[in-house]
């Protein structure tokens, strides 16, 4: 599988360093093609070759169209959408996923990659970032990114962040722009945690390195400039489902509960023959084969798929949880049991807002700088965030 076969060696490393993906403010699904699940943070490139590299994109961008009709199993997915997966089909090559072993699928492209190389395209460019970022170690053998505003005295509201990659791969680079975009519109701290990985890992060491991190933060948050009494959870996919468990771990543990969780696209439950199961099974870029692979890797056995950590939707109490944003994709595989955690919580007297974002696919959140409905998401994001944290 290569990245960006058309492109020079070089031009390929710069795409992929974080101070580049800053630049574009997107986000993806699986790339672990940098050094920072270390939590270290790339040189700058050479600035002469990057304006080189970036001079096509000076003029002004074009409307993004996609190359084909739409597919049958997404008929009326946004065209924005699916211009990315027609790039990121381009790029992987004709291999599922599933069907590969994990090291191939973690150097292979991910949706930020493909995000990426469709805003280059279509001349498409952001400002830089007005933030900071340094690594710290937050548990043993467990790194994260921390982001702050520049200039940032502090003490500010703090939000720890777990990203996708279904526990198995993915890593801080591929979800930097969504941490970013949060970040920026929230004026927070973000803590973004690189949680170890299964296979090597197994269930539950990413929960409960997502959970040393959570209490990283209330003891160091200062340290950070980080106010130790508003600290909320967040995160995608997997990481929404760290996130939810975090909360339920504070609650049992007796910790603060944090004051809001973001659930992006969760996996909240174990159950492959949900009606979005059933209906995305062929979706891209999560589809029901590729996610069944997920829980192959971390789950030691299939009893730890009903581990309540792992099914949230069947947890016999969610009371006292923080209150939730849930921010579901249409064309997802797991659209039907994030909507149904949603409304567990609610019933449980947890204050829930939930959004679903219909003709846009798994991974949408991060491509604000392409798909309108990842910048409209981004924003009901930050907003539920900001008014959580005041």
């Not at 009893?303 to 944003?325: C, E, F, Q, R």
Request: hydrophobic share 45%; aromatic share 8%.
């Amino acid at each position: 599988m290569k990245l960006f076969p058309a492109f020079t060696p070089a031009t390929r490393l710069r795409l992929l360093t974080p101070c580049f993906a800053s630049l574009l403010g997107l986000a993806g699904c699986n790339s672990n093609t940098t050094s920072e699940q270390a939590g270290t943070t790339a040189a700058a490139t050479d600035s002469a070759a990057m304006m080189s590299d970036t001079s096509a994109m000076a003029a002004a961008p074009r409307a993004v169209k996609p190359a084909g009709p739409a597919p049958a199993w997404a008929p009326n997915i946004a065209p924005e959408m699916l211009t990315v997966l027609e790039k990121l089909a381009s790029l992987s090559g004709p291999t599922p996923p599933e069907k590969l072993p994990v090291a191939e699928v973690r150097k292979g492209p991910s949706a930020t990659d493909a995000t990426m190389a469709v805003m280059k395209d279509f001349g498409i460019q952001t400002p830089p970032s007005p933030l900071d970022t340094m690594s710290r170690e937050v548990a043993p053998g467990v790194k994260a990114r921390i982001y702050m505003p520049k200039g940032a005295t502090g003490p500010l509201p703090v939000v720890v962040y777990y990203h996708g990659g279904g526990w198995v791969i993915a890593n801080l680079d591929t979800y930097d722009p969504s941490v970013r975009a949060l970040a920026e519109q929230t004026g927070a701290v973000f803590v973004s945690v690189a949680y170890r990985q299964a296979p090597e890992m197994k269930f539950p060491t990413a929960h409960n390195d997502s959970f040393a991190a959570y209490q990283w933060v209330l003891k160091n948050a200062a340290s950070i400039k980080g106010d130790p009494k508003r600290v909320a959870v967040a995160g995608e996919s997997a990481g929404g489902n760290l996130a939810a468990a975090v909360c339920m771990m504070a609650r049992d543990k007796g910790l603060m509960q944090p004051k809001h969780q973001l659930l992006v696209y969760p996996i909240a439950g174990y159950d492959l023959n949900t009606p979005s199961y059933q209906k995305n099974a062929a979706a891209k870029p999560l589809s029901k084969p590729f996610m069944a692979w997920f829980f192959d890797k971390y789950l030691r056995t299939p009893a730890d798929g009903k581990n309540p950590m792992i099914s949230l939707v069947t947890a016999p109490n969610l009371k006292g949880l923080a209150p939730a944003t849930v921010i579901g994709a249409g064309i997802d595989p797991l659209m039907s049991e994030g909507k149904t955690y949603a409304d567990k919580l609610k019933a449980a007297g947890v204050p829930v807002t939930y959004k679903l974002y219909d003709n846009v696919a798994h991974e949408f959140f991060g491509m604000g700088a392409v798909v309108p409905q990842a910048k409209e998401a981004q924003a009901l994001a930050a907003s539920e965030l900001k008014k959580a944290l005041q």
